[in-house]
């Protein structure tokens, strides 16, 4: 059975939180991969629709370029819709039957388990993986696998700020993504040629 972990999200930018988990993760549970899932629609969050989807992708392909255990599945996006995990998840157990799925979420999707589509079938088949991050209780009455990791207290939102106002950037965005934003004009930042 391969082992492989599933990190799901907006990445909308990707940026090094999401990274670090990734990486904590893979190497905790001794993975053959983490794949980064980027949501159509998110079923938790307003989608910010400041960016195309390919320029999410885009931007995930240079974050992860560097790392042969990371890559990128694009399954909900081939979808569309809304993304719910439960469907999705059952989707990737029938496409690869001989893979073991773990289920990556940061501590405030952990609080909100409760709300997601069909939880009960999804924690009977998925392994869920918890990554503590600072404000969030951590706690659900499903199974989760909380792993101990260094925490990182960032998020998207603070980044598109950061972006629109020319706050700084270095060491929360692998450097090629910023890049990328600031070569294409992203979340409002000031345009490089």
Known sequence: MRRVGILGGTF?????????????????????????????????????????????????????????????????????????TYNTMCLLQ???PDTTFYFIIGGDMIDSLHTWYHIEELVSFVQFVGIKRPGTAAKTMYPVQLLETPEMNLSSTVIRQRCQHGGPLKY???????AYIRKEGLYGARKTT
Not at 172 to 178: D, G, M, Q, S, T
């Open 12 to 84: 909308n930018p990707p940026h090094c939180g999401h990274l670090l988990m990734a990486n904590e993760a893979f190497h905790a549970l001794k993975l053959d991969e983490v794949r980064f899932m980027p949501n159509a629609i998110p079923p938790h969050k307003e989608m910010h629709n400041l960016v195309t989807d390919e320029q999410r992708v885009q931007m995930l392909e240079l974050a992860i370029s560097e790392v042969p255990y990371f890559s990128i599945e694009k399954v909900e996006l081939e979808s569309g819709g809304i993304s719910y």
């Open 94 to 96: 029938e496409r690869e």
């Open 172 to 178: 929360i965005l692998p450097e090629a993504v910023e």
